[in-house]
């Protein structure tokens, strides 16, 4: 794709944002469109990453809605396990991750917008001096045409399989696989693709240190029950944002995804110190082997996958009980 083209990639990935408001399913649907995937499940799923996590200034949306269009682009590698591609998959995720934050300084919300969007002081700074347009949407312009690139070039694999080539092919990623392996069992919701393409959220998104890999899953299995399909049009959009943020400044309990994905947020905080993997591990990973070794030896990390997949089973349950019709 010439230089041409994919500028124009990037003006729709910018505008796509404008009229979504939300910079995940923007980013993730500008490519998911470029690859012809029709399945929009992995659209509702990326919906509660916006905000750096439902508004909670983790890491930027249009680096993990980027990271889910990596994923997507080599899905056809993560289903050949036999061709060795595991780990440059997870390269080409840190190269993405590596590079937004080298050219922006930084791949987490609170610090590229430099507001805390969970406040409402935040928001209507970020509005209103006009951040939403000069941080995120030239953020999203920049990132796609380098999406474009990332999703078109074919990984060079060793040939062989190797013991991560065999688990992602077997299970998913290594973090929030299991988070969405267990709502699946219980209700349905979600599928063996979207564990495979969870792959993307590994060592806090992209290797990147960020928000936490099981939490996002956990966040994106609200997504799967509460989610919004921005394609159906920018008044619903514009009523998903206003509605969830009303929950969300007054502190109330409603079923929609604004209220429970920060609920779930707070949470985590409260019970593990932090949302970001770098600081729960007190290390970073150059690579899917790394990741995978320090997982195996980490109580903290079954811990909060555990703890994840509970809180995710428990919030769904109960958005389920309630929709289940009374006695006759």
Same mark, same amino acid.
């Given at each position: 794709?010439?230089?041409?083209?994919?500028?124009?990639? &990037?003006?729709?990935?910018?505008?796509?944002?404008?009229?979504?408001?939300?910079?995940?399913?923007?980013?993730?649907?500008?490519?998911?469109?470029?690859?012809?995937? +029709?399945?929009? /499940?992995?659209?509702? $799923?990326?919906? +509660?990453?916006?905000?750096?996590?439902?508004?909670?200034?983790? =890491?930027?949306?249009?680096?993990?809605?980027?990271?889910?269009?990596?994923?997507?682009?080599?899905?056809?590698?993560?289903?050949? +396990?036999?061709?060795? %591609?595991?780990?440059?998959?997870?390269?080409?995720? %840190?190269?993405?991750?590596?590079? $937004?934050?080298?050219?922006?300084?930084?791949?987490?919300?609170?610090?590229?917008?430099?507001?805390?969007? /969970?406040?409402?002081? &935040?928001?209507?700074?970020?509005?209103?001096?006009?951040?939403?347009?000069?941080?995120?949407?030239?953020?999203?312009?920049?990132?796609?045409?380098?999406?474009?690139?990332?999703?078109?070039?074919?990984?060079?694999?060793?040939?062989?399989?190797?013991?991560?080539?065999?688990?992602?092919?077997?299970?998913?990623?290594?973090?929030?696989?299991?988070?969405?392996?267990?709502?699946?069992?219980?209700?349905?919701?979600?599928?063996? =693709?979207?564990?495979?393409?969870?792959?993307?959220?590994?060592?806090?998104?992209?290797?990147?240190?960020?928000?936490?890999?099981?939490?996002?899953?956990?966040?994106?299995?609200?997504?799967?029950?509460?989610?919004?399909?921005?394609?159906?049009?920018?008044?619903?959009?514009?009523?998903?944002?206003?509605?969830?943020?009303?929950?969300?400044?007054?502190?109330?309990?409603?079923?929609?995804?604004?209220?429970?994905?920060?609920?779930?947020?707070?949470?985590?905080?409260?019970?593990?110190?932090? =949302?970001?993997?770098?600081?729960?591990?007190?290390?970073?990973?150059?690579? &899917?082997?790394?990741?995978?070794?320090?997982?195996?030896?980490?109580? =903290?990390?079954?811990?909060?996958?555990?703890?994840?997949?509970?809180?995710?089973?428990?919030?769904?349950?109960?958005?389920?009980? %309630? %929709?289940? +019709?009374?006695?006759?």
């Amino acid at each position: 794709m010439d230089r041409l083209l994919r500028m124009l990639m &990037g003006a729709l990935g910018a505008g796509r944002l404008i009229l979504y408001l939300n910079c995940s399913q923007a980013t993730l649907n500008t490519l998911r469109r470029y690859l012809r995937v +029709p399945d929009k /499940e992995l659209l509702l $799923f990326a919906c +509660p990453l916006e905000g750096g996590g439902a508004g909670s200034g983790s =890491t930027c949306g249009v680096v993990s809605g980027g990271c889910l269009a990596i994923a997507l682009g080599h899905l056809g590698d993560i289903l050949e +396990p036999a061709e060795g %591609k595991a780990d440059p998959l997870y390269r080409r995720l %840190k190269d993405y991750t590596d590079g $937004f934050r080298e050219r922006f300084g930084s791949a987490l919300c609170r610090e590229r917008t430099g507001l805390e969007l /969970e406040r409402p002081i &935040g928001l209507a700074r970020y509005l209103l001096q006009g951040r939403f347009l000069t941080r995120c949407a030239h953020a999203a312009a920049v990132a796609v045409p380098r999406l474009v690139g990332l999703v078109e070039e074919p990984l060079s694999g060793s040939g062989e399989p190797g013991e991560l080539d065999e688990r992602i092919f077997r299970e998913g990623g290594l973090c929030g696989s299991k988070v969405l392996a267990e709502v699946r069992r219980r209700f349905g919701l979600g599928s063996a =693709t979207l564990e495979r393409l969870s792959v993307a959220l590994d060592g806090g998104v992209g290797l990147s240190g960020g928000l936490c890999g099981a939490l996002a899953a956990a966040l994106g299995a609200l997504g799967l029950a509460l989610g919004n399909d921005p394609e159906r049009g920018t008044a619903r959009n514009v009523a998903f944002f206003v509605r969830g943020h009303y929950n969300l400044y007054l502190g109330r309990e409603s079923d929609e995804m604004w209220s429970r994905g920060s609920g779930l947020v707070r949470s985590f905080r409260e019970r593990f110190g932090s =949302t970001e993997c770098l600081s729960l591990t007190g290390r970073s990973f150059d690579s &899917g082997t790394d990741l995978m070794g320090y997982l195996e030896g980490s109580p =903290t990390c079954d811990d909060i996958r555990r703890w994840c997949a509970e809180r995710a089973v428990e919030i769904v349950g109960a958005l389920r009980e %309630k %929709k289940r +019709p009374g006695p006759v």
